[in-house]
T-cell receptor, first 112, second 114 residues
Framework: EAGVTQFPSHSVIEKGQTVTLRCDPISGHDNLYWYRRVMGKEIKFLLHFVKESKQDESGMPNNRFLAERTGGTYSTLKVQPAELEDSGVYFC??????????FGPGTRLTVT | AQSVTQLDSQVPVFEEAPVELRCNYSSSVSVYLFWYVQYPNQGLQLLLKYLSGSTLVESINGFEAEFNKSQTSFHLRKPSVHISDTAEYFCAVSPRGNTDKLIFGTGTRLQVFP
């Protein structure tokens, strides 16, 4: 069984540019989560999808971040325009039972 | 609201020595408790979890953690570490009945030396 995959693994962009991160969850997992770790700090929750619906987006930092999950399969997280403080590692996780979450390898985003 | 404290940001230890990684949490409701591990250049992996039942839980690679409700702790222990245990370890909680999100500690980097 394939795990959670994320693309790209690394992204380096300039301030003001746009970046789109992708997450493919484990097949059959209705629940998909995005988290972010800013350097040296804790991993923080961003939002939770159940199928294609946003269940909880209380962790989204501001309106420069847009998450979508069309068709309830893969998800994208777009940052537009990117700022320096957006740098960090973005993790995606999926879950079938909403208790045990399976994480992807993360996307390291560097904004210069 | 919930919070998780991992007081030790780094723990250096020699191979075959015992280790304890500390985790304390704060919550006004009952929680599930987790330890995740991130090996170098890899994603987060679930190491072990406490949902209910016995307060001592074990992983397949020799780690164990004990849920202590009175001390609101979930410390991770291993009696004898290996070089391959070098990784970053994250303690996390999620509130029972509302498991939409995990609340993580800041992580503890375990470095095992030969």
């Amino acid at each position: 069984e394939a795990g959670v995959t994320q693309f790209p693994s690394h992204s380096v962009i300039e301030k003001g540019q746009t970046v789109t991160l992708r997450c493919d969850p484990i097949s059959g997992h209705d629940n998909l989560y995005w988290y972010r770790r800013v350097m040296g700090k804790e991993i923080k929750f961003l939002l939770h999808f159940v199928k294609e619906s946003k269940q909880d987006e209380s962790g989204m930092p501001n309106n420069r971040f847009l998450a979508e999950r069309t068709g309830g399969t893969y998800s994208t997280l777009k940052v537009q325009p990117a700022e320096l403080e957006d740098s960090g590692v973005y993790f995606c996780a999926s879950s079938q039972d909403r208790v045990e979450q399976y994480f992807g390898p993360g996307t390291r985003l560097t904004v210069t | 609201a919930q919070s998780v404290t991992q007081l030790d940001s780094q723990v250096p230890v020699f191979e075959e020595a015992p280790v304890e990684l500390r985790c304390n949490y704060s919550s006004s409701v009952s929680v599930y408790l987790f330890w995740y591990v991130q090996y170098p250049n890899q994603g987060l992996q679930l190491l072990l979890k406490y949902l209910s039942g016995s307060t001592l839980v074990e992983s397949i690679n020799g780690f164990e953690a004990e849920f202590n409700k009175s001390q609101t702790s979930f410390h991770l222990r291993k009696p004898s570490v290996h070089i391959s245990d070098t990784a970053e370890y994250f303690c996390a909680v999620s509130p029972r009945g509302n498991t939409d999100k995990l609340i993580f500690g800041t992580g503890t980097r375990l470095q095992v030396f030969p």
